[in-house]
C-alpha cells in the first residue's frame, strides 16, 4: 500500500487516484477489461445463457455439457483466435517486454 500510495504522490494523483494506471504487467486502456473482469463476464454470461423462461436451467451447469459448453466459451473468448493470441507463445522462452500494451493471459486461462 505504501508503493502504491509513493506512486500517486509522484504523480500527482493522491487526492484523485481514480483510472491510476500502476500495473506492470499489461496496460488496459480506461473502461477497458482485465483478463480477470473478462473471465467473470463469461463466466457469468454462461450461467445467464443456461437460464431459460422461468429460471429452469436448459442444461444443468454441473453436467458434462454444461462444463463443456463452458470450456467452449472461454476457448472462445481467449484461445490462439482471440485477441490473446495463441498459447503457448511461438517461443516460450522469449520474455516480452513489459507491461504489454494489450491483454494479459493470466495463470487461469493458460
Same mark, same amino acid.
Given at each position: 500500500?505504501?508503493?502504491?500510495?509513493?506512486?500517486?504522490?509522484?504523480?500527482?494523483?493522491?487526492?484523485?487516484?481514480?483510472?491510476?494506471?500502476?500495473?506492470?504487467?499489461?496496460?488496459?486502456?480506461? $473502461?477497458?477489461q482485465s483478463c480477470y473482469g473478462e473471465q467473470l463476464?463469461?463466466?457469468?454470461?454462461?450461467?445467464?445463457?443456461?437460464?431459460?423462461?422461468?429460471?429452469?436451467?436448459?442444461?444443468?451447469?454441473?453436467?458434462?455439457?454444461?462444463?463443456?459448453?463452458?470450456?467452449?466459451?472461454?476457448?472462445?473468448?481467449?484461445?490462439? $483466435?482471440?485477441?490473446? $493470441?495463441?498459447?503457448?507463445?511461438?517461443?516460450?522462452?522469449?520474455?516480452?517486454?513489459?507491461?504489454?500494451? $494489450?491483454?494479459?493471459?493470466?495463470?487461469?486461462?493458460?
Amino acid at each position: 500500500r505504501g508503493a502504491f500510495h509513493t506512486k500517486l504522490t509522484k504523480a500527482g494523483r493522491l487526492d484523485n487516484p481514480e483510472f491510476f494506471s500502476s500495473n506492470s504487467f499489461y496496460v488496459v486502456p480506461v $473502461g477497458g477489461q482485465s483478463c480477470y473482469g473478462e473471465q467473470l463476464l463469461e463466466v457469468a454470461g454462461h450461467i445467464a445463457a443456461a437460464r431459460i423462461g422461468g429460471g429452469d436451467p436448459t442444461e444443468p451447469l454441473d453436467s458434462s455439457a454444461g462444463k463443456a459448453g463452458l470450456v467452449d466459451r472461454l476457448e472462445t473468448a481467449f484461445g490462439p $483466435g482471440s485477441r490473446y $493470441g495463441p498459447y503457448p507463445p511461438a517461443d516460450p522462452d522469449a520474455r516480452p517486454s513489459m507491461p504489454l500494451d $494489450g491483454p494479459w493471459r493470466h495463470g487461469s486461462i493458460k
